[in-house]
């Protein structure tokens, strides 16, 4: 039963981390042993100085004349490339009313483009225009109340609907990177990136540049009818038929009161529905620009070789502004904030404290507050709140939630063991909070806590592919991939005295946001 619960927990941070998987068959393969990579062992001092040298001599950028940005490390311990496009947009940059349309697009770039996925698209394209045009005739006479109107239109959708279906190429995208040898074709997207990614053995460098160039520079957003109908059931599981996830979608609601964290990645339901093939081009054209996609390349590759097909394959993209959202910020919070839910469900208890961005120089501090309060077993609150007074069956937390991108919350969570009640839980975090303001962090539990940290990110990058994903977030965020580095130097140097001034900062009621899951008889 407990495992069962740690599982509903998890699936609520995936979800609103913004992980959305795709299936394939390629998924199902895992990497050989021939096939990991591994980090050198870093020197017990905590200058990361040594490792950062290696990198630098061993990472090679540079953009091309459209904007686009390339990071290329060589890893030669094994011939495999770890491949990730890095589109800077997501969630926040929605416009009002279009909620849900950056996660719509990245399932839409499963689909194929003029060349892939499908048979002949001479003919496809205009059934898929006929398409866009019946469904502007249904919505119409919906609103108009003309019912026989809606049947007639309805099954002539279908029809075309089949037609279309009979030139489509189900998965070619899947299976050619399967039938290559490739691993790991999947894509997320997140309050403020969407991630491409996916590994290819060294030989098949320029397969990937024909692929991946192909698929953002002739994409067909095609069964688009269908995918919203599979975005709409992955809403309802995920929220509409969850009691989490409905608790979590109204906490963040009740969090915020402008900023567009506000708003979950997957949409809002009205918005999916309405959603049309014009507004993902949109979409796409107004944010996926060449100088708004950074690619990382890790592995068994030759830059020089990279750099001169990339200018082949990716030079072909014409130069254009990216858009630029005008994102509100978010007012300081004065009061404390409540949402309480009673829905079928074991009672949960939520509390969250906003924090500043990740570029923030206290960056670094909350990060190891985080860690010491809910980083696992041996965290404060999973020691105090489940092993010792058995108040809750878990109890977690982390720092950046739903994003870091701009100021975001701390968030913990517990759910109730039996017997017992959130207010409970209520007061045992609010003590474990207080502690940190009170009372100084042992130079022991501290360094523990550096410790954990500092392996965590190091596992991180320990593959081809985690590599890749962390120079890509701190490129982006916060301007130079060297921060990711900066960042362990930063985490090294926190003090008990930084611990306590920011947990005074920050811990305040004015600051808090509370949210109540309670138990409703089924």
Known sequence: MLRRLLAVSMAVVIFWCGITPKVSLAQTQTASPTQRTTTPTLPEPSSIQPYLDRVIKELTEFSLENGMKFIVLERHQAPVVSFLTYADVGGVDEPIGKTGVAHFLEHLAFKGTTRIGTKDYKAEKPLLEKLQQLDTQIKKAKADGQKDQVTRLQAEFEQVELQAAKLVKQNELGQIVEQAGGVGLNANTSTEATRYFYSFPANKLELWMSLESDRFLNPVFREFYK??????????????????????????????KVHPYKRPVIGYDADIRNLTPDDVKKFFDNYYAPSNLTIAIVGDVNPAEVKKLAQVYFGRFQTKSKAVTQIPVEPPQKQTREVTLQLPSQPWYLEGYHRPAINHPDNAVYEI??????????SRLYKSLVEEQRLALNAQGFSGFPGDKYPNLMLFYALTAPGHT???????????????????VTMTELQRVKTQARASLLRSLDSNMGMAQQLLEYEVKTGSWRNLFKQLDQIAAVTTADIQRVAKETFTAENRTIGKLLSKDK
């Not at 109908?229 to 969090?255: C, H, Q, W, Y």
């Not at 959130?422 to 100084?440: M, T, Y």
């Open 227 to 256: 995918e919203k109908d599979v975005i709409l059931e992955e809403r309802r599981m995920r929220v509409e038929n969850s009691p989490i996830g409905l608790m979590v979608e109204k906490f963040i609601d009740t969090a915020y």
């Open 369 to 378: 507050i985080g860690s010491l309060l809910s980083n696992g077993r041996t």
């Open 422 to 440: 959130v207010d409970q839980l209520a007061v045992a975090l609010r003590q474990e909070i207080e502690k940190l303001k009170s009372e100084p």
